[in-house]
C-alpha cells in the first residue's frame, strides 16, 4: 500500500494521539466559554442583582422610572405593588417588577446637554 516503509511509520505515528492532543484541540473551545462568561454572564448578574436590590428598597417618596418611561413619585409601597403618583392627585398601582429605575428623593434628574 506504502511506496516506503518511511511514509507507513509517519502515518501511523500521526494517527495515534493520546489525551494531551485532545485537551490541546479543545483548550481555545474551553477558553472562549471561560472569557464569553466573565465579559458577557457574570456583568449581567450583577446588573440584576443590583436592580432588585434597588426595587425591594423602594421606600415613599422615592422617584420612580417604570419600564413604559413614565417618572413618578412613590406614595404607597405593599409586598408586591407600589402607589406612584404620576400627576398631582392621579396614583396608578404598579407591580415591582416594571419598575426600571428607583431615583430617591436628594439625586438629581440626569442633565440633557444635548443640542439638537
Known amino acids: 500500500m ?8 509517519t502515518a501511523a505515528g500521526a494517527a495515534t494521539g493520546g489525551p494531551q492532543d485532545m485537551l490541546i484541540q479543545f483548550l481555545p473551545l474551553i477558553a472562549l466559554v471561560v472569557l464569553f462568561y466573565f465579559l458577557m454572564i457574570r456583568p449581567q ?24 418611561g413614565m417618572i413618578g413619585k412613590v406614595v404607597r409601597v405593599e409586598d408586591a405593588e407600589v402607589g406612584v403618583e ?3 392627585g392621579v396614583t396608578v398601582k ?8 428607583v431615583r430617591t428623593r436628594g439625586e438629581p434628574a440626569p442633565a440633557n446637554d444635548s443640542k439638537h
Open 2 to 9: 506504502f511506496a516506503t516503509p518511511a511514509y507507513a511509520q
Open 45 to 68: 448578574q450583577r446588573r440584576m442583582k443590583a436592580h432588585q436590590q434597588a426595587i425591594s428598597a423602594v421606600k415613599r417618596g422615592d422617584t420612580v422610572v417604570l419600564s413604559s
Open 86 to 88: 404620576i400627576a398631582t
Open 94 to 101: 404598579v407591580v415591582k417588577s416594571m419598575i426600571s429605575e
